[in-house]
């Protein structure tokens, strides 16, 4: 906290020459601390300059903040998003942390359902709400709270669409699993499948916990974004 310079000299001597140099003094350094401030600020705006986001980081920002606005008052927490783009392989980290109060995306590996992807080439063909299809299902949800489940801590979705509306009856959730892993990836070239949940690997599966969790939007959709 910035100290608030005394106009009290304690030298006892009359107003003059002397504390007229000690007030030039004091405005001279008064002005010198700004100028310091000034020149740490400068260079962290150099800094993020020179690091743009990429157009597809700026197109997840984008779709996070319209879907946010669509979602309305289903979402009580509006910091962060979580945009799940299954229009590229599972192979790509293509589960989006929009984060719009900093501007900043991180982007994860996220499995998709058996019924969105019979083939098992790692693409997903098609969406379903229809229980028991084991399909992915688009749209948006709501985050709620977390709970302990076969794949350990989970969190519990809502469906906010027709699209989605049986989230919730048929167990859709975000989960850690071992098949949605950078080594499976490695191994196979594509992550493993789920019942239509978002499995995530387990060592990436804590920021979903701590930044996703809650009240936040979750969406889901074939956007293509690269």
């Known amino acids: 906290m910035t100290k608030r310079i005394s106009d009290r000299s304690g030298t006892g001597r009359r107003p003059g020459t002397a504390e007229t140099g000690l007030a030039l003094g004091r405005r001279a350094v008064l002005g010198g601390a700004l100028a310091a401030g000034a020149a740490m ?3 962290g705006r150099a800094f993020a300059s020179a690091s743009p986001l990429t157009p597809g980081q ?4 984008d779709v996070a903040k319209e879907q946010m606005d669509r ?14 783009d299954f229009g590229v392989h599972s192979s790509v980290p293509r589960f989006h942390f929009a984060n719009l109060e900093q501007g900043t995306v991180r982007s994860f590996l996220v499995a998709h359902g058996t019924g969105s992807d019979p083939e098992h080439d790692g693409y997903l063909n098609e969406f379903s709400n229809t229980p028991g299809s084991n399909a992915t299902s688009r749209g948006a949800y709501v985050t709620y709270e977390w709970y302990r489940g076969r794949y350990g801590t989970s969190i519990r979705l809502g469906g906010l669409d027709p699209d989605n509306s049986n989230a919730l009856p048929r167990y859709i959730v975000a989960h850690p699993a071992e098949y949605a892993t950078r ?4 191994r196979w070239g594509r992550l493993g499948r789920s019942n239509g949940c978002f499995a995530m690997d387990p060592a990436d599966f804590n920021e979903a916990l701590w930044n996703l969790s809650g009240g936040r939007l979750l969406y889901a959709d074939r956007l293509g974004i690269s």
């Open 71 to 84: 979602a309305g008052e289903a979402l009580w927490r509006r910091d962060i998003a979580g945009i799940a």
């Open 183 to 186: 080594a499976h990836v490695e």
């Open 58 to 61: 700026r197109r997840v920002l």
């Open 41 to 43: 600020v400068m260079p």
